[in-house]
């Protein structure tokens, strides 16, 4: 089962950009001075078999996982979640047996963050 982070309403502009190579996309969602994100997805086409998932978001400070990424087939089936802390430092998490498809790759925060870095490798 899996659980649903709700997004705030008060999510403000941000700068984004997507970057990498085919096989190494990344992006980076920036908030604007005074405003936060609470959500980044970056969208990349994966051959199939495994796959790293490279996350990073600022913000947080308590002991709940208060942030999760998600990879995301084009039809919208989830293959790999994963919640953790923002308090964290960067993470990077293996998912394997990805069958090749259009993905999306998705971080949602619970609480105000600045930015969020996204990054799959394969």
């Known amino acids: 089962m899996f659980a649903i982070l709700l997004s705030m309403a008060l999510a403000a502009p941000a700068s984004a950009s997507q970057t990498g190579t085919l096989a190494n996309p990344t992006k980076r969602c920036q908030a604007e001075p005074g405003h936060v994100v609470l959500t980044c997805v970056m969208w990349f086409y994966f051959p199939g078999g495994t796959i790293s998932i490279d996350v990073d978001a600022d913000g947080g400070g308590g002991n709940l996982n208060?942030?999760?990424?998600?990879?995301?087939?084009?039809?919208?089936?989830?293959?790999?979640?994963?919640?953790?802390?923002?308090?964290?430092?960067?993470?990077?998490?293996?998912?394997?047996?990805?069958?090749?498809?259009?993905?999306?790759?998705?971080?949602?925060?619970?609480?105000?963050?600045?930015?969020?870095?996204?990054?799959?490798?394969?």
């Open 66 to 122: 208060d942030a999760r990424w998600l990879l995301m087939q084009r039809n919208s089936f989830r293959t790999c979640e994963v919640f953790y802390k923002l308090k964290d430092p960067a993470g990077s998490w293996i998912c394997h047996n990805v069958p090749a498809d259009n993905y999306s790759l998705r971080n949602e925060a619970g609480t105000a963050t600045t930015f969020h870095q996204l990054g799959a490798r394969w």
